[in-house]
Nanobody, 116 residues
Framework: QVQLVESGGGLVQAGESLRLSCAAS????????MAWYRQAPGKQRAWVAG???????NYADSVKGRFTISRDNAKNTVSLQMNSLKPEDTAVYYC??????????WGQGTQVTVSS
């Protein structure tokens, strides 16, 4: 199993920045990719950004140019730098890991609220 713990959420004003962090533990050698998702009230959970074991990244169009996903292999962490935040970015943000056996794991989520 893999355990994921997010941190760094909070309340900010539009235009400001936040940095989220996700710490992974357990069978981390089985992870083949990590990602960030978010879920706003009344909406389905949506993919935000992903990073492969090789460091390749990709982003949803809604955050491209504003968010940056990165990883620190030595510390088994993945981060999401969120700049120029908008009220529509308000959501619970979840860290996710995909394993080589096809299973996936979620963190507990961290709340990000952006006021106008």
């Amino acid at each position: 199993q893999v355990q994921l713990v997010e941190s760094g959420g909070g309340l900010v004003q539009a235009g400001e920045s936040l940095r989220l962090s996700c710490a992974a533990s357990g069978s981390i050698f089985s992870i083949n990719g990590m990602a960030w998702y978010r879920q706003a009230p009344g909406k389905q959970r949506a993919w935000v950004a992903g990073i492969s074991t090789g460091g390749s990244t990709n982003y949803a169009d809604s955050v491209k140019g504003r968010f940056t996903i990165s990883r620190d292999n030595a510390k088994n962490t993945v981060s999401l730098q969120m700049n120029s935040l908008k009220p529509e970015d308000t959501a619970v943000y979840y860290c996710a890991a995909s394993l080589n056996d096809g299973h996936g794991y979620w963190g507990q989520g961290t709340q990000v609220t952006v006021s106008s």
